[in-house]
């Protein structure tokens, strides 16, 4: 885009930051208002009037006198405000340029649709704007025809999709207008921090995009000078580039343009696509023919009609739009991820593509699935939480063999998940892995994910292959629920959140949920601050009132402090008098010190336990400080755990250097002054006894030790911390 010279004091701007939300503190963001600052006080800095600026806001308490300081008379942001701002005061504006920006939560709703979240938000009420609204509102009425020349609107929000449970909870984003829009050509420069499905991430009480952003617009120009906004993207392209090479991003901004200058298209920030193989080269020109032959079916514009409904899908707009050729067809869909599957569907509708033909995309492009296909897929394995992402990576390792899925990110897990073994005629692997994990997890994501799998197969002309694959799934999950067992061969769980105490008496606040599978139910939660003696009482409430099966398995997710809380005897009254940790096997957890770059080694430190026994656990002498024990537990980092005598005083030194370690199975004797030695610790644990039972293993010994209370299992505790089995996600919004 050619720089044109501007007159800063035409231009006007809508700023909305939202801070404060109305439901718990966990949905709070501590950073958008900054960026309102920051926004506001560029444009100002190039000549644009203090008065041509609406900023809207609901502000943290700590963030208001910043806020009153840079703009006394900002308005709220709740919904009848921004409502009236946009809907009604855009109407009395008189310039060239309307700057918009928006920061705060975003969410994929359903649908896909993107939601900006208003402050009226509770936990259980989440209610937005439709983002895409903010688009077609200024080419209404609402912005008079021949006020404005050009908008750029700039949004700072996350776009991932909700957890399960939470998905439900979300209203559907309302529109700011359904009125028709009177200058469709008014040229937009729309920016976003994300694409859809992701993250906007914070750094330092600010958004990322927006801190790069401002850089960018900052270097591109003094006050009054024209500004070259191709120049400011290429600008944050290339530090999200530096940003993903030095690993501490995977967030993609996007940029889109419509009619700037006359053109439209989307500026991609994610990375170049490569040139074609020549190898490949026979699959593009069998491509070309049968394109060809589909538009000559239809000689009546396909052509276009076809490239209107890609342009919604694809990063990267047509370089024509009225007389595209085969070729240009070809090559602008080769240009863009899943393209050429999502070509090849869209021209030959209703019917399905050639078994040849797929077989020549797949070699271009390595993808079977369509652009929209794949963006559902992601979206729905985004509501899954971690536990349900790594289940459908181990059906995928059960089904396909020996497969390393990254299970963390949706995207990512998807893409594994396609590039599985791809036979021609046969079912893709990956609705089978969707079918085998819908039977046996039974939840609302997993019906969504069923649906969602059949209609691929319908694509594929393959129904029939898939409802056989399903009735083999339910046949296999029947056998499983017979059997009472969850995914991972084990019982459910009941998951308790013990926060640390904040005052005098351990007083603590808490909560209970249910879990099997992906099924979670909350059972309690208390939010004021109970003693450990009401905590119990609660508990036992909690557990008299589910179904009993020994197996049962209680984590207790404390701090790193109170990993000495011996929980596993607290005195169960009813019906009759017993401990917790003999009908119930009871373990610790504790996710502190487990920071990013250690998070892989946590995951592959517990990835042995499944297959080591109790001899490959570390031994600690109790003489070791912390350094010592940090340094013996990272000399073999395939080590699964470690056990310790260590006594009272030094074991906080112990747990931090286990923790910051990554390592997730821990035993200790809980008596002040322990005199055991390691060989006797091994006696009581049984020499060979696989690893996986120890939860139960101390059960059996705490039930041995009932009638003595010298008895050592009575004094034994347990570090198990199953990476995969989270606490349930809280409401993704720790990031807008």
């Not at 949905?27 to 006080?41: E, K, Q, S």
Request: glycine residues 8%; negative net charge; hydrophobic residues 40%.
């Amino acid at each position: 885009m050619t720089a044109v010279e501007h007159d800063w004091r035409r231009t006007h701007a809508v700023i909305v930051a939202v801070e404060r939300y109305n439901g718990s503190d966990e949905l709070n963001l501590d950073g958008p208002v900054h960026d309102a600052i920051g926004m506001r006080t560029w444009l100002t800095g190039r000549g644009v009037p203090p008065e041509n600026i609406q900023l809207l806001a609901s502000p943290m308490e700590r963030n208001r006198a910043a806020l009153e300081a840079a703009h006394p008379g900002y308005r709220p942001a709740e919904r009848g405000d921004v409502r009236k701002v946009f809907r009604e005061g855009l109407r009395e504006i008189d310039g060239d340029w309307l700057w918009i920006y928006w920061a705060g939560h975003g969410v994929q709703a359903r649908g896909g649709r993107w939601s900006l979240l208003y402050p009226e938000t509770t936990d259980n009420d989440l209610q937005g704007l439709a983002a895409d609204s903010l688009i077609d509102l200024v080419r209404t009425n609402h912005l008079p025809y021949d006020a404005v020349d050009r908008v750029t609107v700039v949004i700072d929000a996350c776009r991932q999709a909700l957890p399960t449970g939470t998905h439900e909870l979300a209203d559907d984003p309302q529109p700011l207008t359904t009125e028709a829009q009177t200058r469709p050509g008014r040229p937009v420069y729309w920016m976003r921090a994300c694409q859809a499905g992701a993250v906007a991430m914070e750094q330092e009480g600010a958004g990322r995009f927006t801190s790069v952003l401002l850089r960018q617009l900052e270097a591109a120009g003094h006050a009054g000078a024209a500004l070259d906004l191709d120049r400011v993207g290429r600008g944050v392209r290339d530090e999200f580039a530096r940003f993903r090479e030095a690993g501490s991003s995977w967030q993609y901004p996007t940029m889109h343009v419509s009619d700037w200058e006359q053109q439209e298209r989307t500026v991609r920030l994610g990375p170049p696509a490569p040139p074609l193989d020549p190898k490949k080269q026979p699959f593009r020109e069998a491509l070309v023919l049968e394109v060809s032959g589909l538009l000559a079916a239809d000689p009546a514009g396909s052509a276009a009609r076809v490239a209107a409904r890609l342009r919604e899908q694809f990063t990267t707009a047509p370089p024509v739009m009225k007389s595209l050729s085969a070729d240009e067809l070809v090559d602008w869909a080769l240009d863009n991820p899943h393209g050429a599957v999502s070509l090849l569907t869209e021209l030959s509708a209703p019917g399905p593509v050639d078994a040849e033909i797929r077989k020549a995309c797949h070699a271009l492009q390595g993808k079977w699935l369509t652009r929209a296909e794949y963006v559902e897929l992601v979206a729905l394995l985004g509501r899954l939480d971690e536990r349900g992402r790594y289940d459908v990576a181990e059906e995928a390792r059960a089904l396909c063999g020996l497969v390393d899925l990254a299970f963390h990110d949706p995207a990512r897990l998807a893409d594994g998940l396609e590039e599985l073994l791809l036979k021609e005629d046969q079912l893709p692997q990956l609705l089978r892995v969707v079918e085998r994990f819908a039977a046996v997890d039974g939840g609302a994501v997993a019906a969504d994910l069923r649906a969602w799998s059949l209609r691929c197969a319908e694509r594929l002309d393959m129904k029939g292959q898939l409802k056989e694959r399903r009735g083999e799934a339910e046949e296999y999950a029947e056998r499983a629920r017979a059997a009472g067992l969850t995914r991972d061969g084990s019982w459910g769980s009941i998951q308790i959140r013990l926060h640390p105490s904040n005052g005098p008496g351990q007083r603590r606040t808490y909560e209970v949920w249910a879990r099997r599978g992906e099924e979670v139910n909350s059972l309690a939660k208390v939010d004021t601050p109970a003693s450990l003696e009401e905590i119990r009482q609660g508990v036992e409430a909690v557990l008299n009132a589910q179904p009993y099966t020994p197996d049962t398995l209680v984590e207790f997710f404390v701090s790193s402090t109170d990993l000495e809380l011996a929980v596993h005897r607290w005195q169960l009254t009813q019906p009759v008098t017993r401990h917790l940790g003999t009908d119930y096997p009871v373990v610790m957890r504790c996710t502190e010190f487990r920071e990013p770059q250690r998070h892989d080694l946590w995951k592959r430190r517990w990835k042995r336990v499944g297959a080591a026994d109790t001899r490959e656990l570390r031994w600690l002498p109790g003489h070791m400080d912390c350094g010592e024990v940090y340094a013996a537990v990272q000399q073999t980092v395939d080590t699964p755990g470690a056990l310790t005598a260590t006594p009272l005083r030094c074991r906080p030194d112990v747990f931090n250097a286990c923790l910051f370690g990554g390592v997730p199975v821990l035993i200790w004797h809980g008596e002040a002054e322990p005199s055991l030695a390691e060989d006797e610790v091994r006696k009581l644990l049984g020499e060979e006894r696989p690893l996986r039972s120890l939860p139960q293993r101390l059960r059996e010994l705490r039930s041995d030790s009932d009638s003595y209370k010298s008895h050592h299992g009575r004094h034994m505790a347990l570090l198990w911390d199953d990476p995969h089995r989270p606490l349930p996600d809280p409401l993704d919004l720790s990031a807008p």
